[in-house]
């Protein structure tokens, strides 16, 4: 079992920055790829970024491409993603998830994810 708890959103200008953490309980999270999705009011969740186990493989959304970055701090139990240039279009619930099979390619999709994070809000005015 992994729990997952995200922190860092908030209200920022367009234009600005944040930076979202998932820290994970667990000895296994080393061997876990990560994701981070997103979700607006009316909308479905949608995929944003992912990281295999190691950190040497990660997918982005081609909407957040460029603008956003996922990290990991094995060490840290913990995966990041950096946001940058955020816009209006980016205001959403993001949840970070665990996939427990990390020898497999990074999942776009939700049903790829074990375990799940309440979720942080990130809310862009223009």
């Known amino acids: 079992q992994v729990q997952l708890v995200e922190s860092g959103g908030g209200l920022v200008q367009a234009g600005g920055s944040l930076r979202l953490s998932c820290a994970a309980s667990g000895r296994t999270f080393s061997m876990y790829s990560m994701g981070w999705f997103r979700q607006a009011p009316g909308k479905e969740r949608e995929f944003v970024a992912a990281i295999n186990w190691s950190g040497g493989t990660t997918r982005y959304a081609d909407s957040v491409k460029a603008r956003f970055t996922i990290s990991r701090d094995n060490a840290k139990n913990t995966v990041y993603l950096q946001m940058n240039s955020l816009k209006p279009e980016d205001t959403a619930l993001y949840y970070c998830?665990?996939?427990?099979?990390?020898?497999?390619?990074?999942?776009?999709?939700?049903?790829?994810?074990?375990?799940w994070g309440q979720g942080t809000q990130v809310t862009v005015s223009s």
């Open positions: 998830a665990a996939d427990h099979n990390g020898n497999r390619p990074v999942m776009r999709s939700p049903q790829g994810y074990d375990y």
